[in-house]
């Protein structure tokens, strides 16, 4: 599209859109017109997007090209616009579900989300691969009350694996920042708790590692950078570490992430560019790379993550475990670092589906968030029922769902028959429109809201303690106004609109997690960062209804393609209807976890001599 042809697109009215599987409208492909670029290349691309002139005039071409102002900026819509994604409360009595009441502590939380579990010996039958298995938090509890092992030594052979992990010839880079004198300190209080019989929960003297986009003493938030914690100092724990450490959980340092969570490759020039477990030659994604990455190698049974764009499903995806995203204000927002308020949420990577249980109902709020004025009672999935879920129905749009690899395809569409086979659960076909403009709106409200919370930071900083994909990003961000902000917030409505059309028929939506499995991290990009526009919009091409709408998203690994790297099946589901996903990922998870594979780097800190 050339300089003058940026007419916008009229957009019919929402409740005139077919949605049906005949439905006319048309599937667009990620419109992405950006060449690959790393080094020189982009170096000179930032010092000209930089320019007072030339640079307005290439951003203009580059959103132009790429579609901004005909599908967002100019575009005619008769809807008005939504500025936060939130949900009104829908309670329906749920025989599946136990509901929990108001005035449980953290810790009575998880002892309701331990009960819902199945018992071990079901477990064991069920679920046990003999030959790999991830040390879940339940393993972890068992040998700690058993004193088979105990906190402190765990705590031991976790500080050797990273140092070990850190160093030639893995350099995986799964750490910001860990602090060995205060994990020592955590996890001896905590074997103190259980020699004395008294272990605060079952995540007492677990190991959660944190995405350093979150609060969390001892250690400064950078948020990827070489700078913003000089600039904007972290003074307490966020509320979500402040649940996890009532409940004894044995923080052991920040994890690795893209710069500002403004990319999905995981690639950090300044802090090192953390790699897949599986393939130490490939990517982790992001913005979450390194709690994706130390769940998948054993180190943690649990990470936390935040998910503005796909960045807790991106990598755990990528690295073959689960990642969870609640409801848009289920978890606490406060102390992470505001820079997309009305898309990022708190999320949870884990080795299985039932970890990521545990740990959302440790952080799980049931006061009213600052986003939401009203919160629905929290419900867990009975995971120990002798009655499965009797009915669900899922949501498929056929063009979108075949939009990724032939192996992601194939792999996807597998699981998802062995999941209608199995339960007798079914598909329909469906239709979701604009799901290209959606990506757009999204990309033009994270751009807005992350470059209107760095301002004042970005205002004292010399451009140089940025990395050069970063410096790039920002000068794309800081050119979006406010009328393509708002334009993209009536996309929002429109959208919001679709699904939950589509939801009152369905219990979930399922998609790939991604399009594209683990790409090459290649040696020119390790100093400058990357822009690889093209795998970035494969990436997330089925994360924005998460994040934009403030829907709940699971991703489930299901298998591997023909180079051995993990493939996620995703679940979306209707607002605070977690328990449900839970569930369904729980089922998902049972079908495939025999043919889990074990990643090449993978540490044992329970059996380890």
């Known amino acids: 599209m ?7 697109v009229a957009y019919k009215p929402a409740k005139d859109v077919d949605l049906s599987p005949t439905s006319s409208e048309f599937y667009l492909t990620a419109n992405v017109k950006a060449p690959r670029m790393v080094g020189i290349v982009v170096k000179i691309f930032a010092w000209v997007l930089e320019m007072r ?24 819509i008769e809807e008005s616009p939504v500025f936060v994604p939130s949900h009104p409360v829908e309670e329906k009595e749920n025989e599946e579900v136990k509901y929990i009441g108001v005035a449980l502590s953290e810790t009575e939380q998880v002892q309701e989300a331990v009960s819902c579990l199945p018992s071990w010996s079901d477990r064991e039958v069920d679920s046990l691969n003999p030959s790999f298995h991830r040390w879940t938090i339940m393993d972890y509890s068992r040998a700690y009350r058993s004193r088979k092992i105990t906190p402190l030594t765990v705590a031991e052979r976790f500080i050797a694996a990273v140092s070990e992990s850190s160093k030639p010839p893995l350099n995986m880079s799964f750490f910001i920042n860990y602090n060995v004198e205060d994990i020592l300190k955590q996890a001896a209080e905590s074997t103190n ?3 004395h019989g008294q272990p605060l929960s079952v995540l ?5 590692a944190v995405k350093d986009e979150i609060d969390c003493l001892p250690y400064p938030t950078t948020g990827g950078t070489s700078w913003l914690h000089k600039l904007r100092p972290c003074t307490s724990d966020a509320s979500c570490i402040q649940y996890l450490r009532l409940c004894g959980a044995l923080i052991v340092g920040k994890t690795n992430m893209h710069e500002l969570g403004i990319g999905t490759s995981g690639i950090n020039p300044y802090h090192g560019s953390t790699r897949n477990p599986y393939n130490t030659s490939r990517i982790c994604g992001g913005s979450s790379s390194g709690s994706a990455a130390v769940v998948a190698a054993g180190l943690c049974p649990a990470a936390l993550g935040v998910d503005g764009g796909g960045s807790v499903r991106i990598p755990a995806s990528l690295c073959g475990v689960v990642g969870l995203k609640p409801t848009f204000g289920r978890v606490p927002h406060s102390g992470v670092l505001p820079l997309n308020w009305t898309v990022g949420m708190v999320g949870i990577l884990a080795g299985t589906i039932e970890d990521a249980f545990i740990v959302y109902a440790a952080i799980s709020s049931k006061i009213p968030s600052h986003q939401n004025a009203v919160q629905p009672k929290l419900c867990f999935p009975l995971l120990n029922s002798s009655r499965p879920i009797p009915s669900v129905t899922m949501a498929k749009y056929g063009e979108w769902f075949n939009d990724c690899s032939d192996d992601i395809r194939i792999c996807c569409s597998n699981a998802l028959d062995k999941l209608q086979k199995h339960h007798g659960w079914k598909t329909v076909e469906v239709t979701i429109p604009e799901i290209e403009v959606m990506r757009l709106a999204h990309y033009s409200t994270i751009a807005s809201e992350c470059s209107t919370s760095l301002s004042s930071y970005l205002e004292k900083l010399d451009s140089s303690q940025l990395g050069w994909d970063a410096r790039v990003a920002l000068a794309v961000y800081g050119s979006f106004g406010s009328k393509e902000y708002i334009k993209a917030q009536k996309i929002r409505n429109r959208q919001m609109y679709f699904h939950r059309k589509i939801l009152a028929h369905a219990d979930v939506i399922v998609s790939p997690t991604t399009g594209v499995t683990a790409y090459p991290i290649l040696n020119d990009a390790l100093k400058t960062g990357e822009l690889d526009y093209i795998n970035g919009a494969a990436l997330v091409r089925y994360s924005i209804a998460g994040n934009f709408l403030g829907l709940p998203a699971v991703t489930v690994p299901i298998g591997y393609d023909k180079t051995g790297l993990p493939i996620g099946l995703q679940f979306i589901g209707k607002p605070w209807c977690e328990a449900t996903l839970i569930h369904i990922a729980y089922a998902m998870q049972a079908l495939c976890v025999a043919d889990y594979k074990k990643p090449e780097v993978f540490y044992d800190l329970m059996t380890q001599k």
């Open 193 to 195: 708790r259980y020699e």
């Open 2 to 8: 050339g300089l003058v042809n940026s007419r916008g």
């Open 53 to 76: 002139i030339l640079g307005k005039l290439l951003l203009y071409v580059l959103k132009a090209n790429n579609l901004i102002y005909k599908l967002i900026g100019n575009a005619e």
């Open 204 to 208: 007492d003297g677990v190991p959660i």
